[in-house]
């Protein structure tokens, strides 16, 4: 059975969904973890990589077909 253009489609949105949410977990919690560890100077690289990661997590939400992006749109 051959992919449709629509399934593809929405094969790409799901794995760019999936990779920002799978990088806003890894900024999330690894600067997390590493301010357990050593807390220190580096504190406000660490915050600033664990918003990011938030965005990119939101970002994630947002790209995932049938999840948030659904939610968030008006309905006619």
């Known amino acids: 059975m051959p992919m449709g253009s629509t399934d593809?489609?929405?094969e790409m949105r799901r794995r760019?969904?999936?990779a920002f949410g799978g990088?806003?977990?890894i900024l999330l919690f690894v600067p997390a973890i590493?301010?357990?560890l050593s807390p220190g100077?580096?504190?406000i690289?660490?915050?600033a990589a664990m918003v990011t990661g938030i965005v990119f997590l939101i970002a994630g939400f947002i790209a995932l077909p049938g999840s948030?992006?659904?939610l968030?749109?008006?309905k006619p």
């Open 8 to 10: 593809r489609e929405f």
């Open 23 to 25: 990088v806003g977990i």
């Open 72 to 74: 968030l749109r008006p």
């Open 16 to 18: 760019r969904g999936l």
């Open 41 to 43: 100077s580096s504190t």
């Open 68 to 70: 948030l992006r659904n």
């Open 34 to 36: 590493l301010l357990v």
């Open 45 to 47: 690289y660490a915050i």
